[in-house]
């Protein structure tokens, strides 16, 4: 029988029916086996009350437009029992599932354990979650009685528009142990949420030991809150915040008058976080464009962070290759501070809580390109590229942190109206007790210098490539770090390379082995700069040249007490203003005891290409100690170029007080600057009485005719036997020119003089410039000697029979100072041997 229309029609409405119902199919291992569902809602209805138990899988086959929030409960709640839940999108087509929907959202996992979304992302499948209620998330973990636990969001896009400040598109209250990995997550249309993931307080329990990895993240921040962050996490420990982009795919305005913070990532709370590998700026995920944000309308101060972490717990928490980069942040009047990476104890914390981290190999800004990230406002501007402890505060907190291997640059502050402008490339300040390594970073490069400024300025344009903080009581060691191609252009603001700004604290500096070079400053520049008298440091080794001021330039310019100066080689400083000067060492201290300044290179005159100073005040060691003592010994100081106008005299050594006591011995000070046109005289050394002065074995060398060998209060001495009368010391000195192999050099070996002159052994003081051994009697200056022998010398064969005539080939291997060969090849050595001695 042939069927008639009416049942026709009748059987096409009843699947049609069906296909409306099914778009969401679901397989149990136990219960009822199969379901079908019209949306997310039904089909975690039935789980709730048992009706599907065991290993769960849900398809998604259409999109769904939930009218009701999903909530799924914990396993063990009323009658639900299962072991886990899988939802994936099939039928080869992108899926969504969409509501408008306040409260708890689009999705609640309410205390749901073993929950896996994956959008798959593969053979045209593909998952998308949005919310566009602005009251809520979009996807909740939380629940009164129990953790939402090790759950997986993975592949999907979850879109969201909550304005709320206290929560995000995807929001944790009392989650551990959950992943959410390679998703997309982001505004729906353009209504941009406050929060993009947020973890904050909740009454039942914290959020710990959650992962958030490989996520593109962007498009965050509306008008109406009062901050933003892609990740905003308090109260939670042990997070892994892993491979995320974090970007503004267009520019950003903030008009809310009450607007003032803006975070990439915020950890407020806890430890062992693990923030690593995240890429933050730019205006894509595939790392083009730029993040742009205005702030014209914000409130007058804001602060960004691009990474902002306090903590309240020991566990040792790593901040490590991170990429901050392509920013553009400007504003009218508003001040602003950029801190790419802050890190410190949580707000009203216990103080004696050990905070371990690390913050290593991250990028902020560029090695290659100039103005990767650039400030520009009316108001104040402030720019910590690395931030431990915060200076502006008078709260200290104990950490135990190396920041290592970090590379700062492609930054520029443009000079504007605003009376305030500067850079700290790295900044720490830390309570009593606390232990801060900050080795192996470079800030500023030759292909993206760091530029605070770009007319000149009264106004505080400067910068300090590491600034350990007033009000700091930390042990700090800075090692290896190179500071480079920086500028400024405040005529009235000092800058420096580094500098240590601390009031007679408790704990040392170890300043060692640092590389300061190229930098460039309106205002007075030093490479290294210590401010009241921090006691007990250690600067050894460091190399400080290529600086250039429009004012006074000093390599090292200390304030010290107690403290040692050692084989540090310093060269190559410069003054564009003739009323000023030049100083390589400059000593300065109020209070006792006894600084030891060592082994030292000095070399100034030129600049880096070798052009003479035309005609500035140049000083070699400047001793401006008083009521305190600084003891030189084995300093070598070359003083040359021509000065071809103007009246300004150079010195070796300058000595301004004499009321302290004070020894220099075993010096070699070398003046040979010549004038052309220019009338100033140029001294080997300058002593202003000798009031419990020791000096003796120098040696002193003044070339005609402008050289003068020393003036003695305001008296000329230009012969030895004269000053020696004058002063009733340096008895066993001598008036010598020690033909430096390369007076002016730009390599230590160059200071080694031919004409060595040997002077008298000093207690405690067994090596020179190389830490090579000394000789007894040792010879005066820096360095004793150029040239060590390798260790391994090659023997070709490696054991010969000792017949009396069979020769070997014997390969030995000389290096410099900087351990490069400098002669390579072998030698034929004959050796003779009879039975009971060898002799060659």
């Given at each position: 029988?042939?069927?008639?229309?009416?049942?026709?029609?009748?059987?096409?409405?009843?699947?049609?029916?069906?296909?409306?119902?099914?778009?969401?199919?679901?397989?149990?291992?136990?219960g009822?086996?199969?379901?079908?569902?019209?949306?997310?809602?039904?089909?975690?209805?039935?789980?709730?009350?048992?009706?599907?138990?065991?290993?769960?899988?849900?398809?998604?086959?259409?999109?769904?437009?939930?009218?009701?929030?999903?909530?799924?409960?914990?396993?063990?709640?009323?009658?639900?029992?299962?072991?886990?839940?899988?939802?994936?999108?099939?039928?080869?087509?992108?899926?969504?599932?969409?509501?408008?929907?306040?409260?708890?959202?689009?999705?609640?996992?309410?205390?749901?354990?073993?929950?896996?979304?994956?959008g798959?992302?593969?053979?045209?499948?593909?998952?998308?979650?949005?919310?566009?209620?602005?009251?809520?998330?979009?996807?909740?973990?939380?629940s009164?009685?129990?953790?939402?636990?090790?759950?997986?969001?993975?592949?999907?896009?979850?879109?969201?528009?909550?304005?709320?400040s206290?929560?995000?598109?995807?929001?944790?209250?009392?989650?551990?142990?959950?992943?959410?990995?390679?998703?997309?997550?982001?505004?729906?249309?353009?209504?941009?949420?406050?929060?993009?993931?947020?973890?904050?307080?909740?009454?039942?329990?914290?959020?710990?030991?959650?992962?958030?990895?490989?996520?593109?993240?962007?498009?965050?921040?509306?008008?109406?809150?009062?901050?933003?962050?892609?990740?905003?996490?308090?109260?939670?420990?042990?997070?892994?915040?892993?491979?995320?982009?974090?970007?503004?795919?267009?520019?950003?305005?903030?008009?809310?008058?009450?607007?003032?913070?803006?975070?990439?990532?915020?950890?407020?709370?806890?430890?062992?976080?693990?923030?690593?590998n995240?890429?933050?700026g730019?205006?894509?995920?595939?790392?083009?464009?730029?993040?742009?944000?205005?702030?014209?309308?914000?409130?007058?101060?804001?602060?960004?962070?691009?990474?902002?972490?306090?903590?309240?717990?020991s566990?040792?928490?790593?901040?490590?290759?991170?990429?901050?980069?392509?920013?553009s942040?400007?504003?009218?009047?508003?001040?602003?501070?950029?801190?790419?990476?802050?890190?410190?104890?949580?707000?009203?914390?216990?103080?004696s809580?050990?905070?371990?981290?690390?913050?290593?190999?991250?990028?902020?800004?560029?090695?290659?390109?100039?103005?990767?990230?650039?400030?520009?406002?009316?108001?104040?501007?402030?720019?910590r590229?690395?931030?431990l402890g915060?200076?502006?505060?008078?709260?200290?907190y104990?950490?135990?942190?190396?920041?290592?291997?970090?590379?700062?640059?492609?930054?520029?502050?443009?000079?504007?109206?605003?009376?305030?402008?500067?850079?700290?490339?790295?900044t720490?300040?830390?309570?009593?007790?606390?232990?801060?390594?900050?080795?192996?970073?470079?800030?500023?490069?030759?292909?993206?210098?760091?530029?605070?400024?770009d007319?000149?300025?009264?106004?505080q344009?400067?910068?300090?490539?590491?600034?350990?903080?007033?009000?700091?009581y930390?042990?700090?060691?800075?090692?290896?770090?190179?500071?480079?191609?920086?500028?400024?252009?405040?005529?009235?603001?000092?800058?420096?390379?580094?500098?240590?700004?601390?009031?007679?604290?408790?704990?040392?500096?170890?300043?060692?082995?640092n590389?300061?070079r190229?930098?460039?400053?309106?205002?007075?520049?030093?490479?290294?700069?210590?401010?009241?008298?921090?006691?007990?440091?250690?600067?050894a080794?460091?190399?400080?040249y290529?600086?250039?001021?429009?004012?006074n330039?000093?390599?090292?310019?200390?304030?010290?007490?107690?403290?040692?100066?050692?084989?540090n080689?310093?060269h190559?400083?410069?003054?564009?203003?003739?009323?000023?000067?030049?100083?390589?060492?400059?000593?300065?201290?109020?209070?006792?005891?006894?600084?030891?300044?060592?082994?030292n290179i000095v070399s100034?005159?030129?600049?880096?290409?070798?052009s003479?100073?035309?005609?500035?005040?140049?000083?070699?060691?400047?001793?401006?100690?008083?009521?305190?003592s600084?003891?030189?010994?084995?300093?070598?100081?070359?003083?040359?170029?021509?000065?071809?106008?103007?009246?300004?005299?150079?010195y070796?050594?300058?000595?301004?007080?004499?009321?302290?006591?004070?020894v220099?011995?075993?010096?070699?000070?070398?003046?040979?600057?010549?004038?052309?046109?220019?009338?100033?005289?140029?001294?080997?050394?300058?002593?202003?009485?000798?009031?419990?002065?020791?000096?003796d074995?120098?040696?002193?060398?003044?070339?005609?005719?402008?050289?003068?060998?020393?003036?003695?209060?305001?008296?000329?001495?230009?012969?030895?036997?004269?000053?020696?009368?004058?002063?009733?010391?340096?008895?066993?000195?001598?008036?010598?020119?020690?033909?430096?192999n390369?007076?002016?050099g730009?390599?230590?070996?160059?200071?080694?003089?031919?004409?060595l002159?040997?002077?008298?052994?000093?207690?405690?003081?067994?090596?020179?410039?190389?830490?090579?051994?000394?000789?007894?009697?040792?010879?005066?200056?820096?360095?004793e000697?150029?040239?060590?022998?390798?260790?391994?010398?090659?023997?070709?064969?490696?054991?010969?029979?000792?017949?009396?005539?069979?020769?070997?080939?014997?390969?030995?291997?000389?290096?410099?100072?900087?351990?490069?060969?400098?002669?390579?090849?072998?030698?034929?050595?004959?050796?003779?041997?009879?039975l009971?001695?060898?002799?060659?």
């Amino acid at each position: 029988m042939r069927p008639n229309f009416t049942q026709i029609c009748g059987l096409f409405f009843f699947f049609n029916i069906l296909v409306g119902y099914s778009q969401v199919t679901l397989n149990a291992s136990l219960g009822s086996p199969t379901g079908s569902y019209s949306n997310l809602k039904e089909t975690f209805d039935r789980i709730n009350d048992g009706t599907h138990q065991g290993d769960i899988t849900i398809q998604i086959t259409a999109d769904i437009t939930e009218n009701v929030t999903a909530v799924l409960n914990n396993s063990g709640a009323g009658f639900s029992n299962y072991t886990s839940v899988t939802i994936t999108p099939s039928g080869g087509a992108p899926r969504i599932v969409s509501g408008n929907l306040a409260s708890n959202g689009l999705i609640y996992l309410n205390g749901a354990d073993y929950v896996t979304i994956d959008g798959l992302n593969t053979l045209g499948n593909a998952l998308i979650f949005e919310n566009e209620n602005p009251a809520a998330p979009t996807i909740k973990f939380s629940s009164n009685s129990n953790a939402s636990e090790n759950n997986l969001i993975t592949n999907c896009t979850i879109l969201g528009a909550t304005s709320s400040s206290y929560s995000g598109v995807i929001l944790f209250q009392w989650a551990s142990n959950n992943v959410l990995s390679d998703n997309v997550i982001g505004p729906f249309s353009n209504n941009n949420p406050a929060n993009l993931i947020y973890a904050g307080y909740f009454y039942a329990g914290d959020s710990n030991f959650n992962s958030i990895t490989g996520n593109d993240l962007s498009d965050y921040g509306n008008s109406s809150a009062t901050r933003a962050a892609a990740i905003y996490l308090e109260y939670g420990t042990n997070w892994t915040i892993n491979n995320n982009t974090i970007f503004q795919s267009s520019a950003r305005s903030f008009n809310n008058p009450s607007f003032n913070r803006y975070y990439g990532i915020y950890v407020r709370n806890g430890s062992g976080h693990q923030i690593n590998n995240n890429i933050i700026g730019y205006s894509s995920a595939s790392q083009t464009g730029i993040t742009q944000i205005d702030l014209s309308g914000a409130a007058s101060s804001v602060d960004l962070y691009p990474i902002h972490f306090t903590s309240d717990g020991s566990t040792e928490s790593n901040i490590e290759n991170n990429v901050i980069s392509e920013f553009s942040i400007s504003g009218t009047t508003q001040h602003i501070g950029f801190y790419p990476i802050f890190y410190e104890g949580t707000y009203n914390s216990s103080a004696s809580i050990l905070r371990n981290a690390r913050i290593s190999n991250n990028l902020v800004g560029s090695e290659t390109k100039p103005n990767a990230i650039t400030l520009n406002t009316g108001g104040n501007m402030r720019f910590r590229a690395i931030l431990l402890g915060n200076p502006g505060s008078s709260l200290n907190y104990l950490y135990d942190v190396t920041i290592n291997n970090n590379r700062i640059g492609g930054i520029q502050v443009p000079t504007t109206g605003s009376s305030l402008g500067y850079f700290n490339g790295i900044t720490t300040k830390g309570y009593a007790g606390s232990i801060v390594r900050v080795t192996e970073n470079t800030i500023g490069f030759p292909s993206a210098p760091i530029q605070i400024g770009d007319n000149p300025t009264s106004s505080q344009y400067s910068y300090s490539g590491i600034y350990v903080s007033y009000n700091g009581y930390e042990h700090v060691t800075l090692e290896g770090n190179t500071i480079q191609n920086l500028r400024s252009y405040s005529t009235n603001y000092s800058s420096q390379g580094i500098e240590l700004f601390k009031y007679n604290p408790t704990n040392t500096y170890v300043i060692t082995d640092n590389t300061v070079r190229s930098l460039q400053a309106e205002g007075e520049l030093s490479g290294i700069k210590s401010n009241y008298n921090p006691s007990g440091s250690l600067y050894a080794d460091n190399k400080i040249y290529d600086l250039l001021s429009n004012h006074n330039t000093y390599g090292m310019y200390l304030g010290e007490k107690s403290s040692t100066i050692a084989r540090n080689f310093i060269h190559s400083l410069v003054t564009t203003d003739n009323t000023r000067s030049v100083a390589g060492i400059y000593m300065r201290s109020f209070s006792a005891p006894v600084n030891t300044v060592k082994n030292n290179i000095v070399s100034l005159g030129s600049d880096a290409l070798g052009s003479a100073l035309n005609n500035s005040a140049i000083y070699g060691i400047y001793d401006n100690t008083n009521g305190a003592s600084s003891d030189y010994y084995f300093n070598t100081v070359s003083i040359h170029g021509t000065g071809n106008s103007g009246n300004q005299n150079s010195y070796g050594f300058y000595r301004v007080y004499s009321n302290y006591n004070s020894v220099i011995k075993n010096n070699l000070f070398a003046n040979s600057r010549t004038n052309t046109g220019a009338t100033g005289n140029h001294y080997a050394i300058r002593l202003r009485n000798n009031t419990s002065l020791t000096i003796d074995s120098n040696t002193y060398y003044a070339s005609s005719p402008d050289g003068v060998l020393g003036q003695f209060n305001s008296s000329n001495h230009s012969t030895l036997g004269s000053w020696q009368s004058a002063t009733g010391q340096d008895l066993n000195s001598l008036e010598s020119d020690p033909q430096l192999n390369e007076a002016n050099g730009t390599a230590p070996e160059g200071y080694l003089p031919i004409n060595l002159e040997q002077g008298e052994a000093i207690s405690g003081i067994t090596t020179d410039f190389y830490v090579g051994p000394r000789n007894n009697p040792p010879y005066m200056g820096a360095l004793e000697s150029l040239y060590t022998l390798n260790s391994t010398i090659t023997a070709n064969p490696g054991s010969i029979t000792a017949d009396g005539s069979s020769t070997a080939s014997i390969i030995v291997q000389l290096f410099d100072a900087n351990n490069n060969p400098i002669l390579t090849g072998g030698e034929t050595v004959t050796i003779n041997t009879s039975l009971g001695s060898i002799s060659g």
